[in-house]
């Protein structure tokens, strides 16, 4: 099969640590041809969704990972499946990159995750969907209801709705000297609509990972431990991994979402569960699959590349 990835820059990708590069190993393995591109490699021509796709050939070299191949427009329903995996920030050129795809796949491209999943899936906002597994959120850039929600829950974390990696994520508590000054820097003065929640303290034991494929939570999950002094457990915030098997809460949460999410295109979910609570909803490039891995023997790579192909009927 033909599979298509759309990344960042590939001198910038983490052998050792990145997602994407595991699966492209994985369907390399299988005798799979890969081909990569980037959000302005798409564009519409002729009423046509093309891709300026470079086929690459994986050396087996940790630093020089891949090599080039021949680059050329290919419509992007040609290939057996277009995976998009560009990390956020989710900006417009990002929302703009979901219309395209979503014409190719009105022209039977095979797209994952589906771009009109990935837009309509803040994955802040989406958790929302399902308050019965949440703790306490507002969701709102009224500083007056921010001040109101934090005193009345008291310690709380604040965030804005298109963060990555833990940035720009504030803890606040009613006694917070700073809190004017954090709500009004997080809500531009009224303008970006932000999120608070009730602080969960069970962050100290890890913000867990928890991966859907194909609707069905993969058995382990990556417990992100906050470095001391932190809150924190992103690992780009510089928390520790752990692999964990799933508790029985991270499973009921994992099916209850899963077949749902799936039905809708998401073929690769990432949950963020911190103690009981389900705290964001990860569709745009979920990871952690080589950190579980290692310290698991668990192949979700595998995992992933079987879902795939049956995706595409193969």
């Not at 609570?277 to 698991?296: D, K, M, R």
Request: charged share 25%.
């Amino acid at each position: 099969m033909d599979f298509a990835f759309i990344l960042d820059p590939l001198d910038g990708i983490k052998t050792t640590k990145d997602t994407s590069f595991d699966m492209m190993r994985e369907a390399a393995r299988r005798g799979h041809r890969l081909f990569t591109m980037q959000q302005a490699d798409i564009a519409l021509l002729a009423a046509s969704v093309v891709g300026s796709a470079t086929e690459i050939a994986l050396t087996g070299d940790a630093d020089i990972w891949y090599r080039p191949g021949k680059t050329a427009d290919r419509a992007l329903a040609d290939f057996d499946a277009v995976l998009m995996r560009k990390d956020p920030p989710f900006d417009m050129e990002y929302v703009y990159s979901t219309y395209l795809l979503e014409r190719a796949e009105a022209a039977g491209a095979r797209v994952y995750n589906s771009p009109r999943a990935i837009r309509d899936h803040n994955e802040k906002f989406s958790i929302s969907e399902f308050p019965q597994f949440t703790a306490p959120t507002l969701v709102t850039r009224d500083a007056s209801r921010i001040r109101a929600f934090v005193a009345a829950h008291g310690e709380c974390v604040l965030k804005p709705l298109d963060g990555m990696g833990g940035s720009s994520v504030f803890r606040v508590s009613p006694n917070e000297r700073n809190v004017n000054v954090i709500v009004e820097t997080l809500t531009q003065y009224g303008a970006r609509t932000v999120m608070a929640q009730r602080f969960i303290p069970e962050i100290a034991d890890g913000d867990k990972r928890v991966l859907l494929i194909g609707g069905k939570p993969v058995p382990f999950c990556l417990a992100r431990i906050p470095k001391e002094g932190e809150t924190r457990g992103n690992l780009a915030a510089g928390g520790t991994g752990v692999a964990r098997p799933l508790t029985g809460r991270d499973r009921e949460i994992a099916e209850a979402l899963g077949p749902l999410l799936a039905s809708r295109g998401l073929l690769l979910v990432g949950l963020d569960v911190i103690g009981d609570f389900l705290t964001e909803i990860n569709v745009t490039s979920p990871t952690c699959f080589q950190e579980i891995a290692a310290q698991t023997g668990f192949d979700i790579a595998a995992t992933m590349l079987d879902a795939l192909e049956r995706a595409c009927g193969g």
